[in-house]
């Protein structure tokens, strides 16, 4: 790692984590929300967000196929027309200065999520895009990430300490 941004500016980190607490409490699904934040990660080459939200995701009972195909995912019939408006909205969004934020797009999304729900979704974006730029950065280690839905704790973690992108 080259930097430990959590003690550098603890202040910063408990803010994100604060973002993420709005966005659970919003009521979107929680196998949809892994799916945005690994979709994003994968865009943006987080190997520490795609191993610990792969890793989450399983831990809530999500699929091993719909994560294998999830960088296909418009061409994988295993998503449902609500999961792909979020992922195509995520895309968008993580791509913004290639396309912007398409009106299809939008409608699309607005046709499946209520007002509330599209302002979290889009948090969550801005969130998983937030974290990513803090792993990559800064080189957080891969693959040692335990889920905190994981009955046992990562050896020198305590059980339910979140990673760097909660």
């Known amino acids: ?34 799916l945005v934040k690994i979709r994003a990660s994968q865009i943006n080459g987080c190997g520490y967000c795609l191993d610990m939200h792969g890793k989450d995701a399983l831990a809530i009972g999500e699929t091993a196929q719909r994560l294998q195909l999830l960088a296909a995912w418009r061409d994988a019939p295993c998503y449902s027309a609500r999961e792909r408006a979020a992922l195509d909205w995520c895309e ?35 969130a998983i895009n937030g974290w990513n730029r803090l792993a990559v950065g800064f080189r957080s280690e891969v693959g040692g990430y335990v889920s905190r839905r994981h009955p046992e ?4 973690r305590p059980a339910g300490e979140p990673g760097p992108g909660a």
Do not use: N, W
């Not at 704790?153 to 020198?156: E, K, S, V």
């Open 1 to 34: 790692m080259r930097l430990d941004y959590r003690s550098v500016m603890p202040s910063a980190v408990e803010a994100m984590i604060g973002l993420e607490s709005a966005v659970q409490g919003a009521g979107l699904e929680p196998k949809l929300l892994e």
């Open 92 to 126: 968008s969004l993580t791509l913004l200065p290639q396309g912007g934020a398409p009106d299809g797009v939008y409608q699309e999304l607005a046709g499946r999520f209520s007002a509330e729900e599209m302002v979290a979704l889009t948090l969550e974006v801005v």
């Open 153 to 156: 704790p990562a050896a020198g």
